[in-house]
Nanobody, 127 residues
Framework: QVNLVQTGGGFVTVGGSLELSCADS????????MGWFRRAPGKEREFVSA????????QYSDSVKGRFTIHKDMENETVYLQMNNLKREDTAVYYC????????????????????WGQGTQVTVSS
C-alpha cells in the first residue's frame, strides 16, 4: 500500500517562495520516480516537474523552469519542490505523483505514467 502525503503550500505574495514535499507515509524499501502536477482554477491538470527514481534526471515545464527546483532525498524517498519567484499564475492545487522504478535518466512527464497520487495541496499567490 502506497500513501503519498504532501506537506507545504499555502499563501504567498508575488515573488515569494514556498516548498512542497511528498513522501510515502508507510514503511517502504521501494524507490520511486516522482513528479509534480498542478490544476489551476478552470483548467486541466498540467505537468510541473519530475525526477527519476535515481535522482539523475529532472525535467520542468517551460512555465516554471528557472524558478522551481525539484530534488529527492534518496534515504527516505521524499521529493521536494522548491518554488521561488512565485507568480499569480502559479496559483493552483499541486499534486505529487509516484511510480516504482522507471528510467534512470528520463523523468516521466505524463500523468498517465504514474500509479500513486498525493492528496493535493493549495498554493495561492497574491499580489
Amino acid at each position: 500500500q502506497v500513501n503519498l502525503v504532501q506537506t507545504g503550500g499555502g499563501f504567498v505574495t508575488v515573488g515569494g517562495s514556498l516548498e512542497l514535499s511528498c513522501a510515502d507515509s508507510g514503511p517502504t524499501s521501494k524507490v520511486y520516480a516522482m513528479g509534480w502536477f498542478r490544476r489551476a482554477p478552470g483548467k486541466e491538470r498540467e505537468f510541473v516537474s519530475a525526477i527519476t527514481y535515481s535522482g539523475a534526471g529532472t525535467q520542468y515545464s517551460d512555465s516554471v523552469k528557472g524558478r522551481f527546483t525539484i530534488h529527492k532525498d534518496m534515504e527516505n524517498e521524499t521529493v521536494y519542490l522548491q518554488m521561488n519567484n512565485l507568480k499569480r499564475e502559479d496559483t493552483a492545487v499541486y499534486y505529487c505523483a509516484a511510480r516504482k522504478g522507471g528510467s534512470f535518466y528520463q523523468p516521466m512527464l505524463d500523468e498517465a505514467q504514474y500509479d500513486y497520487w498525493g492528496q493535493g495541496t493549495q498554493v495561492t499567490v497574491s499580489s
